[in-house]
C-alpha cells in the first residue's frame, strides 16, 4: 500500500470537506444534542462525515468507514482498512464561532494506525503523518519539544460528556500547573495532540475520549518523536475508548 500517496489524497478530500465548516451560517439553530453532558451535534457535523465518507471511499473501496456520527461509530476498526473519522473536532467551538476545530482522519490496517490528517481551516494548516515517515505540517516537517516539564506548557481537556471526571481532571491540572509554566484548554483534542507534535507545548491529557479524538494525531504525535499513552502510561486503543496523555521527549517522571 502506496500511504504517501493516499495521505495526498486524504488531505485533499479533507479540504474539500472543510468548505462546508468556513461557509457554515446561522451554525447555533442546526444543534442537537447528544447522550452527556454538553455533547452536542449539528448538521455541519453531518454534511461533512457524509462528504467525506463519500470521497475517502473512492480513494480506498476496501476500506471501512468509522466516523463520530451514526451507525457508522460501531465499525470493528481491528479488522482490515479503516477509516476513523471525527467530522468536526471542537464542535461546541464550532457552534460558538470560537474557531479552535478539526476534521481529523485517521487510517488503521488490522488495529495499527497508518495515516493521519488533521486540519484546523480557520489557519489553513494541515497536519499529516505516515507511519514511519515522520509528521508535517503544510509539507514541512515538525518535532516534539525537548522542554522538561518545569519549561512545559500543558494542554488538558475536561471530558466535559463524562462529568464525574471533573474534579480529577482538574485536581491532575493543577498538580501540572505547579510544575509546569502554565496550562491551556481549547476544546479540540485533535489540535491539541498537534500542538504537542508540532513543539507548541510539551504534555496533553485528558481522561477519557473516543477513538476518533486521537487516531489521526496520536499517530502525527508518534511520528514527531513524541510519546502518547493513557493516562496510567497503558498502550492507547482504537477499539474503544481511553484516556490520553502525549508528551514530548523532556517531559519525564509524570507524577499523577
Known amino acids: 500500500m502506496n500511504y504517501g500517496v493516499i495521505i495526498v489524497q486524504i488531505q485533499q478530500a479533507v479540504?474539500?470537506?472543510s468548505r462546508i465548516m468556513l461557509s457554515a451560517k446561522r451554525v447555533e439553530e442546526s444543534v442537537s444534542s447528544k447522550e452527556g453532558h454538553a455533547n452536542f451535534v449539528t448538521t455541519y457535523d453531518k454534511k461533512v462525515q457524509e462528504q467525506l465518507k463519500a470521497r475517502l471511499l473512492e480513494i480506498l473501496p476496501e476500506a471501512h468507514f468509522c466516523g463520530e456520527e451514526g451507525e457508522d461509530a460501531a465499525?470493528?476498526?481491528?479488522?482490515?482498512?479503516?477509516y476513523i473519522v471525527d467530522p468536526i473536532d471542537g464542535t461546541t467551538n464550532f457552534i460558538k464561532d470560537f474557531k479552535v476545530s478539526a476534521i481529523s482522519v485517521g487510517l488503521a490496517h488490522n488495529g495499527h494506525m497508518k495515516a493521519g490528517v488533521v486540519y484546523n481551516p480557520?489557519?489553513?494548516?494541515?497536519?499529516?503523518?505516515?507511519?514511519?515517515?515522520?509528521a508535517y505540517l503544510n509539507g514541512n516537517p515538525i518535532h516534539v519539544s525537548k522542554a522538561p516539564l518545569s519549561e512545559a506548557l500543558v494542554i488538558f481537556g475536561t471530558s466535559p460528556y463524562n462529568q464525574e471526571l471533573a474534579e480529577r481532571s482538574f485536581r491532575l491540572a493543577y498538580e501540572y500547573f505547579t510544575q509546569a509554566m502554565d496550562v491551556r484548554r481549547t476544546g479540540s483534542a485533535a489540535l491539541d495532540l498537534c500542538s504537542i507534535a508540532s513543539g507548541r507545548a510539551e504534555l496533553y491529557f485528558e481522561l477519557i475520549l473516543q477513538p476518533w479524538d486521537y487516531a489521526a494525531g496520536s499517530l502525527i504525535v508518534e511520528e514527531a518523536g513524541g510519546r502518547v499513552t493513557t493516562v496510567d502510561e497503558e498502550p492507547i486503543r482504537f477499539d474503544q475508548p481511553c484516556s490520553i496523555m502525549a508528551v514530548g521527549k523532556g517531559v519525564k517522571n509524570l507524577s499523577k
Request: proline letters at 0%.
Open 122 to 134: 480557520y489557519l489553513d494548516e494541515m497536519f499529516s503523518a505516515v507511519a514511519g515517515q515522520g
Open 75 to 82: 465499525t470493528d476498526i481491528n479488522k482490515g482498512y479503516v
Open 15 to 17: 479540504k474539500e470537506a
